[in-house]
């Protein structure tokens, strides 16, 4: 997992999900630019920093606002399914990329963790 971290193959996907991805997205969905870059930025932006840094602490702050993510926006999303029902499933799914990324960052961050949690227990440290 250190080389994945090493090679900074998820900090590319998460920027190419902020800038390119949702703007494609929001742009074929609502025909606007830019919205779906800003929102992706907030949501994703700490997530970014921190993936830079490349350190396990770091990754441990990524899964927890991870969580924190994809507990929100499936909570909006059935939340907008139960008040409206199927007529407005359009603008509903268009936050289905936004859940799907979160939780790519909080599995990452975990498999990060975890098998950083291996490595001590096999060299005896815990």
């Not at 080389?3 to 998460?14: A, D, S, Y």
């Not at 190419?16 to 949501?43: A, D, H, P, R, Y």
């Not at 770091?58 to 939340?79: D, G, K, N, P, R």
Request: no cysteine; hydrophobic share 60%; charged share 15%.
């Amino acid at each position: 997992m250190k080389e994945f971290l090493r090679r900074g193959t998820i900090l590319k996907i998460n920027l190419l999900f902020i800038f390119v991805f949702s703007n494609i997205w929001e742009f074929v969905l609502t025909g606007e630019l830019f919205n779906g870059m800003i929102l992706s930025f907030f949501l994703f932006g700490p997530s970014v920093f921190l993936w830079y840094v490349k350190s396990v602490r770091a990754a441990m702050l990524v899964t927890l606002i991870s969580i924190f993510e994809v507990t929100l926006l499936v909570v909006f999303i059935s939340q907008g399914f139960a008040l409206v029902g199927l007529v407005a499933s359009v603008k509903l799914i268009s936050w289905l990329p936004y859940l799907i990324m979160a939780g790519f960052n909080a599995i990452v961050g975990l498999r990060v963790y975890a098998r950083y949690k291996v490595g001590k227990i096999e060299r005896g440290e815990l």
